[in-house]
């Protein structure tokens, strides 16, 4: 069997999260049009005939100095540094500046395999493919290079197979049917976090954290019962998040729920959601958020 950590790499809105979903056909970690969606190391794996990869998708990397960027950097050259095989996904959008210079240059220093990406293939124009592989050629000649869509689910097999080219025979790291190393109350509250995303605009997004307090399973009756609370930093910002009457709030709650769902198959389940001000922000996301907004 081959095996492989692959790092996915690229600036942020590129769809790395949307890529790894689409691999390991499972929402493992979630995406949103907001840059700097992700915001810890996400582990997706994904298992065939010739092997598994274990998939580490990360913050898009920013340039700034910013302490937030800083942090998220760090995230992101410490998923590097633990990874057998660099996936490195391009927007083929967007022309490639100093940002995706400086993502390049920290690609090849880190001396992985790595195998590019062209994303949003199903957008892009000619030139938009050409400028991209023009880059790659230039930047990381060895670099077998693949156009995709993540959204579409086009192409995607041809990254599959350049990856399993690269990795090395090993045994499974993770059973068959596993799809993320993620604990249940995590990945309920990154859904409940896109969610509120979703529905809010502005700066918000990155003021706001989830925190699951309650996470019961009674496994007779097939019950799962959630309580979470959706953290704001200052009480004027409580309002946005309820909405009029009641309503964004009840938006956020009805469409996570739904999804939280397809985690517990065949069971019901209720959640309770409530929106409160943090009395301390915690360290990690939370400190990120706050110097985020300064
Ligand atoms: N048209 C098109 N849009 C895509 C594709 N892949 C991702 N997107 C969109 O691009 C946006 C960003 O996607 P994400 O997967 O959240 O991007 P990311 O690289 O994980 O972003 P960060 O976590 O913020 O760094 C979302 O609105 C996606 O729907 C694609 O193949 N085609
Ligand atoms: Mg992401």
Redesign the pocket.
């Known amino acids: 069997m081959k095996v492989a950590i692959v790092s996915?790499i690229?600036?942020?809105?590129?769809?790395?999260?949307?890529?790894?979903?689409?691999i390991c056909e499972m929402k493992v970690?979630?995406?949103?049009?907001?840059?700097?969606?992700?915001?810890n190391k996400i582990r997706g794996i994904y298992t065939d005939q010739r092997g598994q990869l274990i998939f580490t998708?990360?913050?898009?990397?920013?340039l700034s100095d910013k302490e937030i960027n800083k942090r998220m950097q760090e995230v992101t050259v410490s998923a590097l540094e633990d990874s057998d095989i660099i996936l490195y996904?391009l927007?083929g959008?967007r022309s490639a500046k100093k940002e995706e210079e400086t993502i390049a240059d920290m690609i090849k220093a880190s001396k992985r395999p790595v195998v590019a990406a062209i994303?949003?293939?199903?957008?892009l124009t000619d030139n938009n493919v050409e400028d991209a592989k023009f880059f790659i050629k230039e930047r990381l000649p060895e670099a077998p290079v693949c156009v995709?869509?993540?959204?579409?689910d086009?192409g995607i097999d041809e990254v599959l197979i350049e990856l399993f080219k690269f990795a090395k025979e090993g045994e499974l790291l993770y059973g068959e049917d596993q799809y993320t190393d993620q604990d249940l109350e995590f990945r309920i509250s990154e859904i409940i976090r896109e969610k509120a995303m979703a529905n809010l605009t502005d700066e918000l997004p990155h003021v706001i954290f989830v925190d699951v307090s309650d996470l019961e399973y009674d496994a007779e009756s097939q019950h799962v019962w959630i309580r979470a609370f959706i953290n704001v930093e200052r009480n004027g910002q409580k309002g946005f998040l309820v909405g009029k009457n009641g309503e964004n709030i009840r938006r956020i709650g009805t469409e996570a729920r739904k999804e939280i769902r397809r985690i517990f198959p065949g069971s019901s389940v209720r959640l309770d959601l409530q929106v409160k001000t943090a009395e301390k922000w915690r360290n990690n996301s939370i400190v990120l958020d706050r110097v985020f907004r300064d």
């Open positions: 996915v690229g600036r942020p809105s590129s769809g790395k999260s949307t890529l790894v979903n689409t970690s979630i995406t949103s049009p907001v840059p700097q969606t992700t915001r998708d990360t913050p898009g990397y920013h996904l927007d959008t994303n949003k293939g199903d957008i995709c869509s993540a959204l579409e086009n």
